[in-house]
């Protein structure tokens, strides 16, 4: 579990110009919480990502909403329902990168089209249903998702990923896009061949090496 320091505090801001910086996000759409003792540190609501100090960063109890002149992200919920449903996720991270996106805005889950989606925790990143960004709806759809996976998608609005660590987290958002680039591409040019359920099990036991939570299935 990450100490609420300065350090933490930094790493949060330097996680979301890194985003920016990759392409994974844009102006203020994306948002990043990370578990400390006793609640979350939460990046604020509509501040440009190189116009944030570690003072900035909210700090946010798990089992209640923000307290008066507080100014967390306005998607504040889902990370917290997130990070309480999930004792095991120590950073929850969403952004808006294209490729993901696009598939949100079809609504469609990602398959097993490469052996990477296992990093997500199973054989699919799934979609959520469509509800208003910063709502309760929203909250407990991305939490369900989430029960047993590391990733999910959001219809018509983005991505979110988890992680242990910061760094495990950002990683996998970066893979998820990865993902959904490479799913739209094979589906461009052809017909794409899915990896059956037996390999993804392999490929679950085969990361156990690698500290992944799909090692835990």
């Known amino acids: 579990?990450?100490?609420?320091?300065?350090?933490t505090r930094q790493s949060i801001?330097?996680?979301?110009?890194?985003?920016?910086?990759?392409?994974?996000n844009q102006g203020t759409s994306g948002n990043i919480a990370v578990r400390i003792e006793g609640g979350m540190l939460i990046t604020p609501?509509?501040?440009?990502?190189?116009?944030?100090?570690?003072?900035?960063?909210?700090?946010?109890?798990?089992?209640?909403?923000?307290?008066?002149?507080?100014?967390?992200?306005?998607e504040w919920q889902f990370h917290q329902a997130v990070l309480k449903s999930r004792p095991d996720v120590g950073a929850v991270v969403h952004a808006h990168p294209a490729h993901a996106t696009a598939v949100s805005i079809q609504r469609r889950a990602i398959p097993a089209v490469h052996y990477m989606v296992a990093a997500f925790g199973g054989s699919d990143v799934l979609c959520t249903d469509y509800a208003l960004f910063g709502s309760a709806a929203?909250?407990?759809?991305?939490?369900?998702?989430?029960?047993?996976?590391?990733?999910?998608?959001?219809?018509?609005?983005?991505?979110?990923?988890?992680?242990?660590?910061l760094d495990r987290a950002l990683w996998r958002m970066q893979e998820l896009e990865s993902l959904a680039r490479v799913m739209l591409l094979a589906e461009a040019s052809g017909t794409p061949v899915m990896l059956s359920d037996a390999d993804i099990q392999d490929t679950?036991?085969?990361f156990a090496g690698y500290g992944l939570r799909a090692s835990e299935k």
């Not at 579990?1 to 350090?7: P, W």
């Not at 929203?138 to 660590?165: E, F, I, K, P, Y």
């Open 138 to 165: 929203l909250s407990q759809m991305v939490a369900d998702a989430m029960m047993d996976r590391d990733g999910c998608l959001m219809a018509n609005h983005g991505a979110l990923t988890a992680g242990d660590s």
């Open 45 to 74: 609501s509509a501040v440009p990502y190189r116009d944030m100090t570690p003072d900035m960063i909210v700090t946010l109890a798990l089992d209640a909403p923000p307290a008066s002149g507080q100014n967390p992200s306005t």
């Open 13 to 24: 801001i330097d996680g979301c110009l890194w985003m920016q910086s990759v392409g994974l």
């Open 204 to 206: 679950l036991a085969s």
């Open 1 to 7: 579990m990450a100490k609420d320091s300065t350090a």
